[in-house]
């Protein structure tokens, strides 16, 4: 069955829900970073509220970038989401394994780290793209969204993400995740009847794991909240990286840096952080690249 994400409203449109079977797509990035069950967990947490994200925004150019910095030794966890529910994403340091907690789940927060920001950027295509950030608060991952609409947006919010691996060999059986919002002028009526139902909400990655198609699983959730569905996408990890966005980086080291890597080493070779995939530049190349910085008027002082 292909991922997809679900939007929909409830309780005569006086909320709104976004939900994500990312099952394939946290394998891949599972996959392509070789993530330990843990950078797995939360990586993938990240990616499928990163994916949900990228699907409100209305513009293909959009773009969604969210940042955990939690001072775990995991490293910063970095995700961008494209139009659709594109998204690429990578962990610093995507092998660390930690001890399984005494409730026998992976130790996400641990992971991740409690002692720094959240970070969400929305790059809509102005001249300064929308920051928001706020503080950890769990290092768990949904509830540090859910914190980050309610306070930074003024959107109260309920967020699930849940990540299922297999306890032998860390196979991804089931990713899944939820979003609920308030529309604005949400009677208090229509909260409480959905809060009413959130408790059979995290059974949703369990019913995933367990071969159940999200829209099943939906018309059981909000059942008798009056759901209705408005759109469907696809989501995929799907990295955008070009040899000509790597040319663009080598450019905007500076024409120093630039020949300097040229009269050292003759070659250069930059690998794509969220994908892995290795660009190779040989001299020729950096030449022609440094010649275009000269031509555009670099002047390095000395």
Avoid: W
């Avoid at 989401?81 to 026998?104: C, F, I, N, T």
Wanted: contains cysteine.
């Amino acid at each position: 069955m292909k991922d997809c994400i679900i939007h929909g409203m409830l309780e005569q449109r006086a909320l709104r829900f976004a939900a994500i079977d990312g099952t394939q797509l946290v394998r891949d990035a599972q996959n392509t970073h070789g993530l330990s069950r843990v950078a797995t967990a939360a990586l993938g947490r990240q990616l499928l509220m990163t994916a949900i994200c990228a699907t409100l925004c209305k513009n293909d150019g959009d773009t969604v970038t969210t940042v955990l910095a939690g001072g775990g030794p995991g490293g910063n966890l970095v995700c961008v989401g494209r139009h659709g529910g594109l998204v690429k994403g990578y962990a610093a340091d995507p092998s660390v394994e930690l001890p399984l907690r005494a409730d026998s789940k992976l130790d996400v927060r641990g992971y991740v780290g409690t002692s720094g920001k959240l970070t969400l950027i929305r790059d809509l295509g102005l001249k300064e793209p929308y920051v928001g950030m706020c503080n950890l608060i769990s290092g768990e991952i949904a509830e540090d969204f859910a914190q980050y609409f309610t306070a930074s947006e003024q959107t109260p919010s309920i967020v699930y993400l849940g990540v299922h691996e297999n306890a032998a060999d860390g196979f991804v059986t089931g990713a899944g995740g939820l979003l609920i919002q308030t529309m604005p002028d949400c009677p208090d009526e229509a909260i409480e009847h959905v809060m009413a139902a959130a408790d059979c909400i995290p059974t949703l990655g369990t019913r995933l794991a367990e071969g159940e198609s999200l829209d099943v699983i939906l018309a059981d959730l909000f059942d008798g909240l009056d759901a209705q569905t408005t759109d469907r996408f696809t989501p995929a990890f799907l990295c955008d990286c070009t040899r000509e966005r790597l040319e663009r980086a080598l450019l905007s080291i500076g024409e120093k840096e630039l020949r300097e890597i040229i009269e050292q080493d003759g070659e250069a070779e930059l690998t794509c952080q969220f994908c892995g995939k290795a660009y190779h530049f040989d001299r020729e190349e950096l030449e022609a690249l440094l010649s275009e910085a000269t031509d555009n008027g670099g002047t390095d002082e000395e």
